[in-house]
């Protein structure tokens, strides 16, 4: 069931009437009706793999009790490694098994022996990534004696597999969501409208510019022999619109379908390409799986503490496991480690906390210096994008080679062109509206400050006219549905 | 909550409205590359328009025509006329089973028709029935049956064009729109067929390609062919002629012959009928006037032969 649909749509309604009008009696019944659905949720794509989903949230949970109870150290390491070695090794078999069986017989036959790798015909379950991380960061705080292990399985249940976060996240924190769960929610009028408001935007950002700009993308990256260097920056370009419109849309609409249910989950995105340079990047995009990386790897690994190689290492460690984060390939690995070297230089400068406000805050345009960091932070990440998006690592560098080449000079190929001619006013509005909004959680959120009710209304129906003109008629599953 | 509630219906409302007004004003107004989710094309191509209003002076024929452009081009009803037959021909574009089941409901006992005549092409049973849909939504009434179609397809772009149509309808836009019998090279032919202008197929090699069946589009189809069982009807299922070149590109066209073959009285004219690819056809799978005549010269013998139309006279 993907958020763009009307299946989804008449669920969501169902289930907002259930818990607010049947289940809203008790605290237990609120959380019931939100496994109930969660599960159901999670069946539509596909109810074997439910029972996965149930037998991990069942594994922390109890892990996480016996890591309380146990007396001595070694017992709890025993729990605690029993936890994370079950939950990265279904991660492992389901998502990476068939890579290391096949890049071991790659290297293997380097050296001249041949082995023909048992590989698994498996599909990845939806979600795995997320929900294993929301399990092992609960495990890991538990050790840590950040939180109390939690008793009720029902409470727990919810905190891993609640419906809005389940396939794609934000990846949640048991300190953050935990304590939500366990304290009956009364309806808040603000807090609901506000939900509905960031799932407007996510929609927007979803079915009207990422989607029509993957098309665009879709097309350079599938045919790129056939298209000028001009064409495939176009292409990278649009791109790099499509995944940051389409997962920051699914983050919106996760956030604001939980706000509608009384939840604040984490912030997932904070306006990445309005970044000066690429620290500032990586702290507003994927928030919650760049701050998750930092909390349970890069600070236990020695984080910038330590000598320079040491700095070093850490940042190349936290950037690779970043991308091979996102599945099991050679590019994703690649987008890591390029994105680790834009870092490295801020970092051994000591510049990569330089940007920690919001850019031109107080002010309509940004400086002319803000500008070109602006563009140039964006150019790079559209650079990474291209190892991202592409199929193979050979893919990617003749993709690159043809965007360095004489004819980036010329004039994009017509049929592109003519898309980005048809977009382009769409993703002007979109970044517009981006831009001025962007002292918000999400591009929208304090328009109800700045316009009266009919005003604001128009607005809300133009994007709603907007997507019911612009979306695609199939519906288009996200991109980080398959990570 | 009630404030939410009250506040929220109020809001569904007015955008509702705003909706309706903006696509009202985009859709008369811009131009057709912006409007990819609006589709409103009255008197397109196919003569649906013409068909369906001469459908409404029509009853008590002796053969009924349904299916696709194979239907509503290839059975010419001046042909079975002089051969003593009155027939209605209610082919549409790219008619699935989906559309047939509302035309059916519509008009099978006003036509009240001895035998029926149901092109089967097996690409109708490979698509969503989108462009049908639009086609109807365009050229026809507008029924309960129609628009819950309409609603099923979760199309956006059919429901725009819904709403458009309806919208036309309550300004009475369209009240006096008269279709040109020569439309796009076809003319209409009382009973429903279109001729199209003379040409002859130029030969085109396709690549080797599978029909990828929605299972929806058989569940249609057998719910039709009950209905039509139920009621007393006699049916021939006809899988019109196209060349051989792209019949023959598609690996699974047994497949679909074994699925018709269970419903008795199915006839391939692929497997049948010896026509020239060239000569015989307007396109690659759009029998010419010549093909035409041959085909329902053919078609009326083998009616015959099995006692489904009486001999003439």
């Not at chain 1, 563009?375 to 199929?391: D, K, N």
Request: with cysteine; hydrophobic share 45%; proline share 3%.
């Amino acid at each position: 069931m993907l958020f763009n649909s009307f299946d989804f749509l008449i669920f969501l309604l169902f289930v907002f009437i259930l818990y607010w009008f049947v289940a809203n009696r008790s605290l237990r019944l609120q959380n019931a009706l939100l496994l109930i659905a969660s599960y159901f949720f999670y069946a539509c794509w596909d109810w074997r793999f439910l029972f996965l989903l149930m037998f991990s949230t069942a594994l922390d949970y109890f892990t996480g009790l016996k890591i309380e109870q146990a007396s001595g150290i070694k017992m709890r390491k025993f729990w605690l490694w029993l936890s994370v070695g079950v939950n990265v090794g279904f991660l492992g078999v389901f998502k990476y098994y068939n890579f290391f069986a096949t890049s071991f017989a790659n290297a293997i036959s380097h050296l001249g022996l041949q082995v023909n790798p048992w590989t698994l015909q498996v599909i990845l379950p939806v979600g795995i990534s997320f929900y294993t991380f929301h399990g092992l960061s609960y495990i890991l705080d538990i050790y840590n004696k950040k939180i109390k292990a939690e008793t009720d399985i029902v409470e727990y249940s919810v905190f891993v597999s609640f419906f809005p976060l389940l396939v794609a996240g934000p990846i949640e924190r048991a300190t953050h969501l935990l304590p939500q769960i366990k304290r009956k929610r009364t309806f808040d009028y603000a807090m609901a409208v506000s939900g509905l408001r960031q799932m407007l935007w996510g929609f927007f950002k979803k079915v009207v510019i990422a989607d029509n700009c993957a098309r665009l993308a879709d097309l350079t990256f599938d045919y790129y022999q056939a298209y000028s260097g001009s064409t495939l920056f176009l292409g990278a370009v649009f791109f790099a619109i499509q995944i940051y419109c389409d997962f920051s849309g699914y983050s919106d609409i996760a956030i604001g379908t939980a706000k509608l249910f009384g939840i604040n989950l984490l912030r997932n995105f904070a306006y990445p390409y309005f970044s000066r340079d690429i620290a500032e990047f990586w702290r507003r995009w994927h928030i919650s799986l760049s701050s998750w990386f930092k909390d349970y790897l890069y600070i236990p690994l020695g984080g910038s503490r330590g000598g320079l190689w040491m700095k070093i290492r850490n940042t190349f460690i936290i950037f690779l496991v970043s991308g091979f984060w996102h599945g099991a390939k050679w590019t994703f690995i690649a987008w890591g480690a390029l994105n680790a070297l834009y870092f490295l230089p801020l970092m051994l400068t000591n510049n990569n906390r330089v940007n920690l406000d919001i850019v031109a805050k107080g002010r309509y345009l940004p400086s002319f210096k803000e500008f070109i960091m602006i563009l140039t932070t964006f150019l790079l990440t559209v650079l990474a994008w291209i190892f991202f998006r592409s199929e193979s690592m050979s893919t990617a560098f003749k993709y690159l080679s043809k965007v360095f080449s004489q004819t980036f000079f010329t004039f994009p190929d017509f049929k592109v062109a003519a898309g980005f001619i048809t977009l382009a006013p769409l993703i002007i509005f979109f970044f517009v509206v981006e831009w001025i909004g962007r002292e918000g959680q999400f591009a929208i959120e304090n328009i109800k400050g700045r316009w009266n009710r009919p005003l604001r209304w128009a607005f809300y129906s133009a994007i709603i006219f907007l997507m019911g003109m612009f979306m695609r008629t199939t519906e288009t599953p996200f991109i980080y549905f398959q990570f | 909550m009630a404030k939410f509630i009250s506040t929220f219906l109020l809001f569904f409302l007015a955008a509702f409205l705003f909706y309706a007004t903006v696509l009202f004003i985009w859709g008369a107004s811009t131009d057709p590359k912006i409007k990819s989710n609006l589709d409103y094309n009255l008197g397109g191509k196919g003569h649906s328009f013409s068909r369906f209003k001469e459908i409404q002076h029509i009853s008590n024929v002796d053969v009924l025509f349904l299916g696709s452009s194979h239907a509503f081009k290839s059975f010419d009803t001046r042909i079975f006329d002089s051969a003593g037959k009155t027939s209605f021909n209610l082919g549409t574009i790219n008619q699935t089973p989906v559309q047939t089941t509302v035309l059916i409901n519509r008009y099978l006992k006003k036509l009240g028709p001895k035998l029926i005549v149901f092109e089967v092409y097996p690409y109708t049973f490979s698509i969503d029935g989108v462009e049908s849909t639009l086609d109807l939504i365009a050229n026809s009434d507008i029924d309960a049956r129609l628009v819950r179609m309409a609603f099923n397809t979760k199309n956006i772009k059919v429901l725009n064009t819904l709403l458009y149509r309806t919208l036309r309808d309550l300004l009475h836009l369209d009240k006096n729109y008269i279709e040109p019998i020569k439309n796009y090279n076809e003319t209409y032919v009382k009973g429903g067929y279109s001729e199209n202008d003379l040409v002859y197929h130029k030969m085109v090699h396709y690549p080797k390609q599978t029909y990828h069946f929605y299972d929806y589009q058989f569940e249609s189809f057998d719910k039709i062919m009950a209905l039509l069982k139920s009621q007393g009807y006699e049916v021939v299922l006809v899988n019109a002629p196209m060349t051989k070149d792209l019949y023959d590109c598609y690996t699974n066209n047994n497949r679909f012959d074994s699925i018709m073959n269970k419903y008795g009285n199915y006839y391939n004219f692929n497997k049948i009928i010896n026509l020239n690819d060239t000569l015989d056809f307007m396109d690659s799978n759009h029998l010419n006037q010549v093909g035409v005549e041959k085909f329902n010269d053919f078609l009326i013998k083998l009616l015959r032969q099995k006692y489904w139309i009486g001999q003439p006279g």
